[in-house]
Every structure is written in structure tokens, then in C-alpha cells.
């Protein structure tokens, strides 16, 4: 069951009960309730399925380091270091330099599309963090560094590579949604924390002013 | 056999982004319709999704598609006090066509036609891509959508000016983030578990 009661983007993006931003969220009651019900039933599933927590935290980890969004990957990063004894940690880190790259880049079917088309990594796992995460973390976190930079260069032959390295068609559909929902996730913390900033900036500039004007009709000028 | 890849070898790919209605098939077996039990029937949310292999294929995982499905709909669907469902489906279809899915760019830019009226300008999108120059408020829809969706993520104090210059309030801008944000999410899954078919082929695929 889930023991998650803090709603974990108003954690994330720094928003507390009560404030201007959680009443603007307030006004999308569902979306707000399921995003957070989406978080659960990915890392809190209550019929878990194959996929472990343990790499649940360390893709969560990495695609939120991909991201670099350092309050996110704090949050996923401590779930994770609970659940890790065998130095998986340490190899997601090493692999987000590794991966380290901007997107979205990738190719079109071949036609009028193909002049958008953009080069950049095709990133697989070093010989060395893959000896600690294994072939099926490894398969994963090659998928989701696919899903993250580059989705239009997605591919059946892409999920046949999770198949043969042990992730089960059903997996393969919480792999996807986990990646693509952290996708989300670290967006709307972003621009929720970006909109705070902004409404902040605001209100300090409306205070000066008031300030101002006070002075001025006090004769203080 | 539910795991191996499915391939679709006699499907033509559609090779521009378009308004018109297109077919999705799926690299993955759906989950057998005529295995649904209550936790899938509750995880398709509405009863006639059963039909489409991809809500079947995320059936697989039933409770993130409920919760999937319920944050789609409030964050589209719910228009009290906000912004104008066009303008939802315009940041779909910007943030649609940046990633590269023709799939969601081609439903959702329909939608932004249907409640904006505003068919060129929707299909100028499309063909120029997110620098096309529309007007100031749809461009900054679209600036913001991009900004949110490029990877690292580049949205910042300059897109909330533009937005609100334009006469975006919080919530309205708010929706813009959540429409974005959500569409990073529905573009992945289109795009990594299934392709789509050419307009031709759509009502056979459906």
C-alpha cells in the first residue's frame, strides 16, 4: 500500500498548502490527484508485476539526471541508495555523464521530413557500469536514454533488445510508462518552479512599488 | 505468443506530419480483449477504449493507464477558468511536433482546428515546424511548449513574460505547462510501441 501522503511534485517544485500556486493547481483537482496516483502505481505498485524497485529508483534516477534536474534525481537518488547494495548507484551516476547530451534529436521516415533529420548519440552502457548493473538494467537504461533524446528514433527492433535481455512484454509496458512519465514529471516540477519564481519576482516588484508610492505621498521624496 | 515483437511489414509510414486521420499499430501484443478483468476495465477508464490496441497494449499496466488517462483528461477537458481547449491542443500539437510523433501531432492538430477554426494556421505549424510564425499569442504558446519540451528543459522567466504579455494569466499558463508537459508524455509511448499507418489504411487499422 501506498505510505506516500505528500503529493511529490508540490514537493519537488517547492509548493506548500495553501499558497498562490497550489490553489492554481487546486483548480485541476484530477490531474493533480492522478499525477500523483501515476507516481504510485509506478513506484508503489500495489501488484508489482517483474519489475523491481530497485529498478524502478535506478531508471527514475538516471532519466532525471538526463534531465539534469538535481531535485529530482535527490529525490529518486535516496529511494534508490535504500534499495542498493551492489554499487548501482555509483554506475547510474557514471552513466549520466556518460549519456550526457540535448534533445530531441533523431531521424524521420524517409521523405520530405528527412531535411529535419538530426545526428547525435546512439548511447549504449560502458563495458564497465554494465558488469554492475547487468544486461537487463543495461537494456533498460540504453531504452530509456532512446525514449528521453531521441523517442522518433524509437523502433520495434529497440523493444525486441529489452525482450532478449529479460524484460517481458508486459515490463516493457511499465519501462515505457515509467520513462515517459518521469518525462512529465520533471517538466511540469520545472515550469511550476519557474512560475513561482516569476510570481515572486512579482509581488516583490508590486511591494517596491507600493513602497514607492507610499514614500512619494508622504512627501518623503 | 505475447513475447515477441509484432511487425507490420505491408504498412506504409506516413512520411509528413498531417491533419488527416491516421491508424496506429502496435510492436507489442495488446492485452487479449476478451481477458479484461475489473482492474482492466477500470484502468481503460472509458469502456469503448477497449477497442484500440493502444490502450489495450498499456492495459498491460492497468493502474498507471487509469491514472495516465484521468491526468489526460483534466488537464485537456477541463476548461474552467482557463485556457481555451484550442490552445491546449495547440501546445499538444507544438510539443507533438518537436519530439517528431506523427501520430499525436495528427490528432491533436485536428483538435486545434476544431475548436480554434483556425485550419491554415494550425497546418503552418505543421509544415514550417515550431519556428512558424503565426502571431504573438500562438508563437508564445508554442515558444513555451518547445522551451518545456527540449531536453534539458530551457523554459524560464522569459516564457512567462511572453505568455503573459500575450494575456495569459497563471492558471492559463499553468495549462500551457500541463498540456506541454503531459504531451512529453503521451509522445513517448506513441512513438516507442507502435507506428502509424497512412491515412488510406486508417479505417482498416482503426
Known amino acids: ?221 | 505468443m505475447s513475447e515477441s515483437i509484432l511487425s507490420h511489414p505491408e504498412n506504409t509510414e506516413p512520411v509528413i506530419f498531417t491533419q488527416e486521420e491516421l491508424g496506429w499499430l502496435p510492436w507489442l501484443e495488446p492485452y487479449p480483449a476478451d481477458q479484461l478483468t475489473e482492474r482492466h476495465w477500470a484502468g481503460l477508464v472509458d469502456a469503448s477504449r477497449s477497442k484500440s490496441p493502444y490502450f489495450l497494449l498499456l492495459a498491460r499496466d492497468p493502474d498507471v493507464l487509469q491514472a495516465r488517462t484521468k491526468t489526460d483528461k483534466d488537464i485537456f477537458y477541463n476548461t474552467a477558468d482557463g485556457l481555451p481547449r484550442a490552445e491546449r491542443e495547440l501546445a499538444a500539437t507544438a510539443t507533438s511536433r518537436l519530439n517528431g510523433c506523427i501520430y499525436c501531432a495528427s490528432v491533436h492538430s485536428r483538435f486545434a482546428t476544431q475548436y480554434s477554426k483556425r485550419k491554415a494556421d494550425v497546418q503552418r505549424l505543421l509544415d514550417e515546424g515550431v519556428t512558424a510564425d503565426i502571431d504573438p499569442r500562438w508563437n508564445a504558446i508554442i515558444d513555451a511548449s518547445v522551451s518545456l519540451t527540449e531536453t534539458p528543459i530551457r523554459f524560464g522567466q522569459k516564457h512567462v513574460e511572453a505568455l503573459r504579455a500575450t494575456g495569459l494569466d497563471d492558471l492559463e499558463i499553468v495549462d500551457v505547462i500541463n498540456g506541454s508537459a503531459f504531451f512529453n508524455w503521451a509522445n513517448r509511448l506513441m512513438l516507442s510501441l507502435g507506428e502509424p499507418s497512412a491515412p488510406a489504411q486508417a479505417s482498416a487499422n482503426a
Do not use: C
Not at chain 1, 508503489?44 to 534525481?73: C, D, K, M, W
Not at chain 1, 510508462?177 to 520533471?186: E, G, I, K, M, R
Open chain 1, 1 to 221: 500500500m501506498s505510505t506516500a501522503t505528500v503529493d511529490v511534485i508540490d514537493l519537488l517544485a517547492g509548493i506548500a498548502p495553501g499558497t498562490y500556486l497550489s490553489e492554481i493547481r487546486d483548480k485541476r483537482p484530477q490531474a493533480r490527484e492522478n499525477a500523483q496516483k501515476s507516481y504510485q502505481a509506478l513506484f508503489e505498485p500495489e501488484v508489482p508485476g517483474n519489475v523491481t524497485s530497485l529498478e524502478r529508483y535506478a531508471i527514475a534516477t538516471f532519466v532525471a539526471g538526463l534531465h539534469r534536474q538535481p531535485i529530482v534525481v535527490e529525490f529518486y537518488e535516496r529511494n534508490l541508495r535504500k534499495l542498493d547494495q551492489a554499487g548501482i548507484l555509483g554506475a547510474v551516476n557514471r552513466e549520466v555523464a556518460n549519456g550526457s547530451t540535448e534533445g530531441p534529436y533523431g531521424r524521420y521516415p524517409q521523405g520530405p521530413l528527412t531535411a529535419e533529420d538530426q545526428n547525435g548519440p546512439d548511447y549504449r552502457v560502458s563495458a564497465e557500469s554494465g558488469s554492475i548493473l547487468g544486461p537487463r538494467l543495461s537494456a533498460a537504461l540504453e531504452h530509456a536514454h532512446l525514449l528521453v533524446f531521441r523517442p522518433r528514433d524509437a523502433s520495434a527492433a529497440a523493444l525486441q533488445k529489452l525482450l532478449d535481455a529479460g524484460w517481458s512484454t508486459t515490463d516493457v509496458v511499465t519501462l515505457s510508462q515509467l520513462v515517459a512519465f518521469l518525462s512529465f514529471q520533471v517538466r511540469v516540477i520545472a515550469g511550476l518552479r519557474t512560475l513561482a519564481a516569476a510570481h515572486e519576482q512579482a509581488v516583490v516588484e508590486i511591494e517596491r512599488a507600493s513602497v514607492f508610492t507610499t514614500v512619494l505621498a508622504s512627501g518623503g521624496i
